[in-house]
């Protein structure tokens, strides 16, 4: 039975690397922001010292209702764990 996807919450692309891009592994990352939507408005606040986007997402997050959500297309690419 496939798993129905969210895709209600989508970045922006300057929020990740757009396009396809080799991957090597796959991260599961648990991120403490109370909620997806909470989760998603940090990530498009987020930037660095000099005031561009900070690349940090995951494509696909998992609400507290189970939910799926993918929030940025899975062939792209984005610094999961805040490395440069």
Same mark, same amino acid.
């Given at each position: 039975?496939?798993?129905?996807? #969210?895709?209600? *919450? /989508?970045?922006?692309?300057?929020?990740?690397?757009?396009?396809? =891009?080799?991957?090597?592994?796959?991260?599961? @990352? @648990?991120?403490?922001?109370?909620?997806?939507? &909470?989760?998603? %408005?940090?990530? /498009? /606040?987020?930037?660095? !010292?000099?005031?561009?986007?900070?690349?940090?997402?995951?494509?696909?997050?998992?609400? @507290? #209702? %189970?939910?799926?959500?993918?929030?940025? !297309?899975?062939?792209?690419?984005?610094? =999961?764990?805040? *490395? &440069?």
């Amino acid at each position: 039975m496939p798993v129905p996807v #969210d895709r209600s *919450l /989508r970045l922006p692309e300057t929020e990740y690397v757009p396009g396809s =891009q080799l991957k090597s592994g796959i991260a599961i @990352h @648990h991120t403490v922001g109370g909620s997806a939507e &909470t989760t998603v %408005r940090l990530w /498009r /606040r987020d930037r660095t !010292d000099g005031g561009r986007p900070n690349l940090v997402a995951t494509a696909y997050l998992i609400a @507290h #209702d %189970r939910t799926v959500l993918e929030v940025f !297309d899975p062939a792209a690419w984005a610094y =999961q764990f805040g *490395l &440069t």
